[in-house]
Nanobody
Framework: QVHLVEFGGGLVQPGGILKLSCVASGSGFRVNVMGWFRQAPGKQRELVAVINTGGTTNYTDSVKGRFTISRDNAKNMVVLQANSLKPEDTAVYYC???????????????WGQGTQVTVSS
C-alpha cells in the first residue's frame, strides 16, 4: 500500500505564490508517474501537472508558464510551484501517484487526502 501525504496549500492573494509538496510512503514499492490534480466546487477533478521518473512533464493549458512541477525520485517526492495565482486556481488539490509493489506486476493509482488552495483578496 502506498500512502501520499501532502504539504502546503492555504489562502493566497491573486498574483501570489504557493508551493505544494507530496511524499509517497510505504514499504517495497516503485513509483512511476506523480503529479497533481484539482477539483473546484461543482466541477470535475482535472489534471494540473504530472511528471514521470525521467522528468517529462505535462501541464494543463491554464497553468502553463505559471506552475512548475518537479520531483525527487530518491525521496518519492513531487513538488508543485504555483506562481501568478488566479482566483480560478481555487480548488482542492490532490497529489497523485501511479505505483506498484516491487513484487507485483500491476500498477495502481493512489491519491492524497487533498489540500485546499484559495486565491482571494
Amino acid at each position: 500500500q502506498v500512502h501520499l501525504v501532502e504539504f502546503g496549500g492555504g489562502l493566497v492573494q491573486p498574483g501570489g505564490i504557493l508551493k505544494l509538496s507530496c511524499v509517497a510512503s510505504g514499504s517495497g514499492f516503485r513509483v512511476n508517474v506523480m503529479g497533481w490534480f484539482r477539483q473546484a466546487p461543482g466541477k470535475q477533478r482535472e489534471l494540473v501537472a504530472v511528471i514521470n521518473t525521467g522528468g517529462t512533464t505535462n501541464y494543463t493549458d491554464s497553468v502553463k508558464g505559471r506552475f512548475t512541477i518537479s520531483r525527487d525520485n530518491a525521496k518519492n517526492m513531487v513538488v508543485l510551484q504555483a506562481n501568478s495565482l488566479k482566483p480560478e486556481d481555487t480548488a482542492v488539490y490532490y497529489c497523485y501517484a501511479n505505483a506498484r509493489g516491487i513484487l507485483r506486476t500491476t500498477w495502481a493509482d493512489y491519491w492524497g487526502q487533498g489540500t485546499q488552495v484559495t486565491v482571494s483578496s
